[in-house]
């Protein structure tokens, strides 16, 4: 799942029903890490191309909360090392 490219289309939803935002998975990512707690329970990407999930052996279409954790993480270990001078 890790592998998910960031310009990847992608739709954040969210379970209350409010307006989903449809852009790049980096967008929707991006979004979801300034969600409070309580958004953040509520919010799912769902993804244009299945991606494997740690420890499964079937692709999925829907990221839950805890695996756009793991992408937000992941966001920002790329973002510190983009900013790392040579």
């Known amino acids: 799942m890790m ?6 289309p992608a739709t954040l939803i969210d379970l209350d029903g409010k307006t ?3 852009g790049t998975i980096f967008d929707c990512v991006t979004h979801f890490s300034l969600f409070k707690p309580f958004a953040k329970e509520q919010a799912r990407i769902l993804l244009t191309r299945p991606a494997f ?16 954790e793991m992408l937000v993480e992941k966001w920002a270990v790329d973002i510190e090392e983009a900013l790392k001078p040579d």
Request: glycine fraction near 4%; charge should be positive.
């Open 3 to 8: 592998n998910i490219p960031w310009d990847q």
């Open 20 to 22: 989903p935002i449809i």
């Open 53 to 68: 999930r740690p420890g499964q052996k079937t692709r999925t279409w829907v990221l839950n909360p805890n695996e756009i």
